[in-house]
């Protein structure tokens, strides 16, 4: 059946209150995030010092939608030549565990903070801490808040939460687009502090549109080498701040 006049103006209406809502959370989040940042500065700490790393690595973690938004922002992470990989929560619980290693960082995506899956793999990667043979890990948590089952487990947390989702029934909505839009932020983030220009995006990006106008406007003089920290290092970090 045909979508009348009246029903694409509801349609259209309803889609354009959608973003407003969402564009406001954002806003919203980043004017408190200036008036306390605290939180957050711990987890860049942690981040830079672990991306600055020839060694080291992230690994983003999660389930669900969760688990999605992890993989387009490992996949934007790599692309800018930061190691990172995507890592099923439940997955890892069945032997894909094997893929972090000492001195890498997990991020861990959960709203809730709640979600039994992520909690049970971050309870496992803090039990690596004690062993006799201690593997160190960072783990960062991503959610609404740290007083939760997974903000108890993690050396950091990034807040992102939201007055409320779009829908009625809850959907992750706003919530998800604010977790993507800080994943976002962050490798920005890299990118400036590593000065990443056109012709180091190139390098990983060698395909399609993006490549052949990074290409063309790689003509500009790279400043520093990628993975190269060119703004003054961040506080080192050691196993003894690992809680």
Request: include cysteine; glycine fraction near 8%; charged fraction near 20%.
């Amino acid at each position: 059946m045909p979508l009348s006049t009246d029903d694409l103006d509801i349609a259209t209406t309803s889609i354009t209150n959608s973003l407003d809502a969402v564009s406001k959370a954002i806003q919203q989040h980043a004017t408190a995030l200036r008036q306390n940042s605290s939180d957050l500065r711990r987890a860049l700490r942690i981040l830079c010092t672990v991306t600055d790393s020839q060694t080291s690595k992230l690994v983003i973690t999660g389930i669900g939608k969760s688990f999605h938004i992890g993989k387009k922002l490992a996949a934007t992470l790599t692309s800018i030549g930061t190691r990172a990989v995507s890592l099923h929560a439940t997955e890892a619980l069945h032997g894909d565990l094997g893929i972090i290693g000492h001195g890498d960082c997990v991020l861990a995506l959960s709203y809730s903070g709640e979600t039994d899956e992520v909690v049970a793999l971050a309870s496992v990667i803090h039990s690596m801490r004690t062993q006799e043979d201690p593997m160190h890990v960072w783990m960062i948590g991503m959610g609404k808040s740290h007083a939760s089952e997974l903000g108890a487990l993690c050396d950091a947390w990034i807040a992102c939460p939201v007055d409320a989702e779009l829908s009625q029934v809850g959907a992750p909505t706003v919530s998800s687009s604010l977790m993507l839009a800080i994943g976002d932020a962050v490798a920005v983030m890299l990118m400036e502090r590593r000065r990443f220009g056109p012709r180091d995006f190139a390098r990983y990006h060698p395909g399609g549109a993006l490549g052949g106008l990074s290409r063309k406007a790689g003509d500009a003089p790279v400043v520093c080498p990628v993975r190269q920290t060119c703004s003054p290092p961040m506080l080192e970090l050691d196993g003894n701040d690992i809680r």
